[in-house]
């Protein structure tokens, strides 16, 4: 039983108010978006809704999990039958816009905030560099394929999956690809980084790769697809998969 539950719609009927991201908590908050296009401000002790916001737009729709960022709420919106997306920035308290940056296609992926930048993986092939300051385009940095991976920043990197066949690194000094593995994986998990090492779920597999060239330095094997990876602070990295077993494995890609 739980302690309040809240419709997140305005909408009612067969897909309305779908949620399909994960609900940020923040300063007893919940922000959480919606298949029409709404995030939701809800008190995190109440239930109370506190706010919500619309994106415009001809079929708009929000997978991306929020954000906090420097100015706000930050998230990735998708229009589907405009095929096109935003980077929006909303105050937290208010709901009011603060900023939106337009992409040439829809952001899908929830995006990384890094120093004082947001990236934001599109389905132009693209991850867009934007300045949360001032919401500019900085830079764009091109991508063997599409993809819904968040990325995940470290050690100069940009590290995700593409193209349903690649795990790959992408410098962020020079915008270049520093490596790519080809790897049969599903391109809407994340990744996870520790200490010089970048884990994948691919499959039923979790490969670990060096962050900086890309060389495998294990593969764990499971009989079922495998869930994204949280490492924790001595290493060990921790998963479910599909035949519902909950595992760590240690740094050595050893199931404990």
């Known amino acids: 039983k739980g302690l309040w539950k809240v419709m997140c719609t305005t909408q009612r ?3 309305h108010g779908i949620v399909f991201c994960s609900p940020l908590i923040h300063d007893g908050m919940v922000y959480i978006g919606n298949r029409i ?3 939701w401000a809800v008190d995190f002790e109440t239930g109370k809704v506190k706010w919500h916001w619309q994106e415009d737009g001809l079929k708009p729709e929000i997978y991306s999990s929020p954000k906090v960022g420097e100015l ?3 998230f990735g919106t998708v229009d589907q039958k405009a095929h096109r997306g935003h980077v929006v920035c909303l105050d937290a308290k208010s709901g009011k816009l603060k900023g939106r940056s337009r992409t040439s296609r829809e952001v899908g992926a929830t995006v990384a905030l890094f120093g004082g930048n947001v990236y934001a993986p599109c389905k132009d092939r693209r991850i867009y560099e934007i300045e949360q300051a001032t919401g500019k385009l900085l830079r764009q940095f091109q991508l063997p394929g599409t993809t819904h991976c968040t990325p995940t920043i470290a050690m100069g990197f940009a590290f995700l999956m593409a193209g349903g066949d690649k ?3 992408v410098d962020l000094i020079t915008g270049e690809i520093a490596w790519e593995v080809e790897t049969l ?4 998990v994340a990744v996870s980084f520790w200490n010089g090492r970048v884990f994948y779920p691919v499959g039923r597999f979790l490969r670990a790769f ?7 330095a294990w593969a ?9 990876p949280c490492v924790a602070a001595d290493g060990a990295v921790l998963l479910t998969g599909r035949d519902r077993f909950f595992r760590v494995i240690d740094k050595n890609g050893k199931q404990i």
């Open 13 to 15: 009927g067969a897909g």
């Open 37 to 39: 296009g709404q995030l």
């Open 72 to 74: 706000g709420i930050i």
């Open 167 to 169: 795990s790959l690194a």
């Open 185 to 188: 994986c599903e391109d809407k």
């Open 210 to 216: 060096d962050a900086v060239d890309g060389r495998e």
């Open 220 to 228: 764990f094997e499971a009989e079922h697809k495998l869930t994204p």
